[in-house]
């Protein structure tokens, strides 16, 4: 009996029973678009992730004050109030591979324009915040240096602070209130949308750093130095260059605690994405379950299918089919559960992995690798699951299965 005979035989036992036939394919439906769709999120997750670092440039650098500790108690990171303005000026003026760089201070305020009012994030950053965030005004200007020497009282909107307060209507040249002071707007950043699906970046208003320190906290240290390096290859240059400057400016000893920490944005982004993968296995690794439990309905509706047709398989050996041909036969009903199974699978798994960012707001990434790894694991579900029940039936003994009532 050759392939095509035997495939023909195989459909044709499967279509007289084709409720229980779809009902045994649906585990491996069910487990293949359980895998893709899984598999999507966690690839959706990934390049959203990435795409979120890439937008903030992959050779940023954050330099933080480190953990004061007194008697052996340490306070945790950004406890030290040590940094200050002439030290991120001194990382420009003498680090090479540095292109930019921005002081940064930020609290929280309640901001008023007419009869609005919004809480939002206020930063205190460096006329060159624009650049070292890669961020950039998409109406308007940013503040100048001058303004930021000055101390002047003028702001730039993130896009969500300019729809709350102006809805819609043209902000530049108004004048805001913060914590009762009055700020002129000079531009509204563009906007840059959720971060991590819990925080929008989009909320926040830029004001120059010394204004933030004079006028809202009256503080005379900065939070943290964003640092811009030449380029995404000298950003660890930049990193070494920044901390043996440091800690020549805070006189640390040779062998002592920095007391203050460099973040390497290059380094956060790969661990993001690493963590994501490690996601996206886990995601796959659980909806790989659901294909086991289809793959042992299979075994167990084709267990079923050979005690049901013992006395058909007596007639075919006394007829001169051999073990092979029988084996071929049960085997090929299997595979062929599985493949279409598969097939269906991957039409859910993609369907809902599109109703999942339609409708959930998540980022889903089908690739043609998961589409292929779920079609070939189900073909595989089938040939190992489907090989016992087709090889018990092999094995019988032709006049016992005549017998066989």
């Not at 006028?215 to 930049?238: H, M, P, W």
Request: proline share 2%; hydrophobic share 45%.
């Amino acid at each position: 009996m050759n392939i095509i005979k035997t495939s023909k035989v195989a459909l044709k036992a499967l279509n007289r029973n084709k409720m229980r036939s779809f009902l045994t394919a649906l585990g491996i439906i069910i487990g293949v678009g359980a895998v893709i769709a899984m598999v999507s999120i966690g690839q959706g997750a990934k390049m959203e992730v990435e795409e979120r670092f890439e937008s903030m440039g992959t050779n940023l650098l954050t330099v933080r004050p480190g953990s004061r500790s007194y008697m052996g108690r340490h306070g945790g990171g950004g406890t030290y109030t040590n940094l200050k303005e002439a030290d991120a000026q001194a990382i420009l003026d003498n680090c090479d591979a540095v292109k930019y760089i921005s002081p940064s201070v930020n609290g929280r305020a309640q901001v008023v324009y007419q009869n609005k009012n919004w809480n939002t994030s206020i930063y205190g950053v460096g006329e060159t915040y624009p650049e070292v965030r890669n961020w950039p005004v998409e109406n308007g200007a940013f503040f100048s240096d001058s303004q930021v020497r000055s101390a002047q009282k003028v702001a730039v909107l993130g896009n969500e602070v300019s729809q709350n307060l102006f809805e819609g209507a043209d902000p530049i040249g108004q004048v805001i209130r913060i914590n009762k002071n009055p700020f002129r707007v000079l531009g509204v950043l563009k906007s840059k949308g959720e971060s991590g699906g819990w925080m929008n970046r989009d909320d926040m208003i830029a004001i120059p750093y010394t204004t933030a320190q004079k006028r809202l906290l009256g503080v005379d240290y900065i939070q943290s130095i964003d640092v811009s390096a030449v380029s995404a290859k000298r950003t660890n240059e930049a990193r070494v260059q920044i901390e043996e400057l440091l800690r020549i400016r805070h006189k640390i000893a040779p062998g002592a605690e920095d007391d203050f920490n460099v973040r390497d944005m290059a380094d956060i982004a790969e661990s993001a994405s690493e963590a994501t993968q490690i996601l996206t296995i886990l995601l796959g690794g659980i909806a790989s379950i659901s294909l086991l439990v289809g793959g042992i309905g299979i075994m167990n509706i084709m267990l079923v299918s050979v005690t049901e047709r013992i006395r058909e398989i007596g007639i075919r050996m006394s007829v001169g089919a051999r073990e092979q041909d029988i084996l071929l036969q049960f085997l090929t009903e299997a595979i062929v559960l599985s493949v279409l199974g598969g097939f269906l699978g991957v039409v859910l798994g993609v369907g809902s992995s599109r109703l999942i960012s339609h409708f959930a707001g998540m980022k889903t990434l089908v690739s043609f690798g998961a589409i292929a790894l779920a079609f070939i694991f189900s073909g595989s579900v089938g040939i190992f699951f489907g090989f016992y029940p087709a090889r018990k039936a092999s094995k019988l003994d032709p006049i016992e299965a005549l017998r066989y009532e």
